[in-house]
């Protein structure tokens, strides 16, 4: 079995953090799966970046200020395959131009058109853990590209796509996908299963848990999204076409 699981920047802040994805990766990968991990920059790196980017210019070039937030997700990609190493698996860290992701040429607001999974089946194939940058890929001039809001979402099910992968699992700092917001709405009710149309809703109203655009491909190719908590154990919900 082969599932791609996305991790936001809250799940990676730190080192514990980290280390705690790191093991419940390697619990999978100790199955026989194999595993590719797709990670956003560790909690507020995006910010401090675009922050260093106004303390020079107030107005940065599109093009420039990809070439910097695509450095967060690369400390991310790079700090976990450490970690995993460190638990003694082995593992390769990934970003858009070594996967070669392929986007549109619109600086902060790409999107994907085409990935080539030759150097992750190749890495996966060596029972390496692969863990890939979200948010980025490369345009046709070869420069770094981001995708926007939400794209690390968008990556991994994208990778999902293109890897035929039996699941995508989205991990948040909630356990699912609720009524209302949990931390808001202290009686929401957690939904077990939510169909892409219904997820859709949720996105337009305002729901942060899912990027629409993501949902949007998850619905077009049929892939079978799981929302979870990178902090907690309990089951989470399942994106699917139907449900029952």
């Known amino acids: 079995m082969l599932v791609v699981k996305k991790f936001g920047g809250s799940s990676v802040a730190d080192r514990e953090r980290i280390m705690n994805v790191a093991r419940r990766c390697i619990e999978d990968y100790e199955k026989g799966n194999d595993v ?21 210019t107030e107005t940065p070039s599109k093009r420039e200020l990809d070439m910097l937030l695509v450095t967060g997700e690369q400390v991310s990609v790079a700090l976990m395959a450490m970690a995993f190493q460190s638990l003694g ?26 990935i080539d999974t030759e150097r992750i089946r190749n890495e996966l194939d060596a ?55 949990p931390r808001i709405v202290p009686n929401a009710k957690k939904l077990s299963e939510v169909s892409y149309d219904e997820m859709l809703e949720f996105a337009s109203l ?24 990178s902090l907690t154990r309990a089951e989470g919900t399942i994106i699917k076409e139907k449900t029952s």
């Open 127 to 181: 029972r390496k853990i692969v863990v890939i940058t979200g948010f980025q890929g490369i345009n046709k001039y070869d420069d770094m590209t981001t995708l926007g809001r939400g794209g690390s979402d968008t990556t991994a099910v994208a990778l999902a796509v293109a890897l035929h992968a039996d699941f995508c699992e989205i991990y948040t700092d909630v356990d699912g996908v609720y009524t209302a917001d």
């Open 206 to 229: 305002g729901a942060k848990v899912l990027h629409n655009r993501s949902v949007e491909m998850a619905k077009r190719y049929g892939v079978k999204l799981v929302v979870l908590s």
């Open 36 to 56: 590719v991990v797709v990670l956003s920059a560790m909690g507020k790196t995006t910010d401090g970046l675009l922050e260093k980017a106004r303390e020079i």
């Open 89 to 114: 698996v082995q593992a390769v860290s990934l970003n858009a131009a070594q996967v070669a992701m392929r986007t549109t040429s619109a600086y902060g607001q790409a999107k994907l058109k085409r």
